[in-house]
């Protein structure tokens, strides 16, 4: 669909193109083009964009619950993306020695019962744990589902300004403490080549007081945090959440006022991957909660417009490193347009056919 047949179109002018370094922070340029740049007629190879379902995910830890989350994307980085659909207690606490953690849940109600206190998480939340926090998840309703984030970089809140965009007073939470029994657990620690298992005599998690400093871990609903809008021409989105190394950032993509569809974009340095949580509007193509995109870097993108009078909440991870999707996440998704990310169904034979 060219940019004049899409009714209703405000923003950026047709063939309009924004080439950014460092995501949305860095050095720009912005051309125009006779043309629209982002279709594309056929693709053969690894880099190329991709569209799923999280709820369509084989994951292990459905009916297993000694399973780990299931993996969906990986970079060369060490950043990792994996699906939770746990539907019974950890029977073990669990130690990610190597990565920070963020979850986000999409469905279903989850406690945390981390080393330093209990948050209580439902959809909508991103549930932050530092790296080498200890910690078994519950689940509180019969189904989850639930997306894992890992980074070997540490993971902090970092809206552009202090007040406005994450009220933290009001809406970034901390874990509770709770009397828990001191028995013994099995306890795995989880690094690059895999799982060590002990067994301790006493209960880890078991805390009498914090009495200094802040717990590493937070929790914070999508809902709450405010897309950064412009009042005339439109802008970036911002993050409100980023590695040390800005290795990865995570943004709010909800619905904004007032500008219309962004203009192609050419993301030098970032993978994007887009998680709709849920409506009532729809974010282009996306239309159903757990619905994921995958933009690889440098592939030309366009973008639906984001200023949906009904609302939607979406929020999107762009990672520094290549991203390549699992076996698990090419069996559960499909080829991608760009426009408005729906599934790529005009393909052409392969150029090499
Ligand atoms: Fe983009």
């Not at 830890?61 to 980085?77: G, K, Q, V, Y």
């Not at 080498?132 to 894992?148: A, C, F, K």
């Not at 760009?338 to 392969?350: D, I």
Request: negative net charge; proline residues 11%; charged residues 20%.
């Amino acid at each position: 669909m060219s940019t004049a047949d899409t009714p209703g179109h405000k923003g950026p002018p047709p063939g309009l193109h924004l080439y950014t370094r460092d995501g949305f922070v860095g050095k720009m340029c912005v051309a125009i083009r006779p043309h629209m740049i982002y279709e594309y007629s056929a693709v053969d190879g690894p880099h190329a964009p991709r569209r799923l379902n999280v709820g369509a995910i084989a994951a292990t830890d459905r009916d297993d619950p000694w399973a780990l989350p299931t993996p969906i994307a990986s970079n060369r980085e060490g950043v990792v993306v994996s699906v939770s659909a746990r539907s019974a207690e950890m029977p073990y606490v669990f130690r990610n020695v190597e990565c920070d953690e963020i979850h986000f849940i999409q469905a279903g109600e989850i406690e945390f019962i981390t080393d330093f206190g209990v948050l209580q998480a439902g959809p909508g939340d991103f549930v932050a744990l530092g790296r080498t926090i200890t910690y078994r998840v519950r689940p509180l309703t019969p189904s989850t589902l639930r997306i894992v984030v890992e980074t070997p970089e540490v993971l902090d809140l970092a809206p552009p300004a202090p007040f406005g965009m994450v009220n933290q007073g009001r809406d970034v939470k901390r874990p509770t403490l709770i009397d828990l029994p001191e028995e013994g657990a099995e306890l795995w620690l989880k690094s690059f080549d895999g799982v060590t298992r002990y067994r301790v005599p006493r209960n880890p998690l078991a805390c009498k007081a914090v009495i200094d400093g802040t717990p590493p871990a937070w929790k914070l609903n999508l809902r709450a945090i405010a897309p950064l809008a412009y009042p005339t021409s439109g802008g970036p989105p911002a993050q409100f959440c980023q590695s040390s190394t800005a290795d990865i950032m995570f943004y709010t993509l909800s619905s904004r006022p007032p500008a219309g569809r962004p203009p192609q974009h050419h993301n030098a340095d970032y993978d994007e991957l887009i998680f709709y949580f849920e409506g009532p509007g729809a974010y282009g193509a996306m239309t159903d909660p757990g619905d994921m995109i995958w933009t690889p870097k440098g592939v030309t993108h366009w973008g639906p417009t984001e200023h949906v009078a009904e609302g939607y909440f979406a929020w999107l991870l762009e990672t520094r490193g290549t991203m390549r999707l699992t076996d698990a996440a090419l069996a559960a998704g499909s080829a991608m347009e760009t426009g408005s990310f729906g599934l790529q169904v005009a393909f052409a034979p392969s150029p090499s056919a």
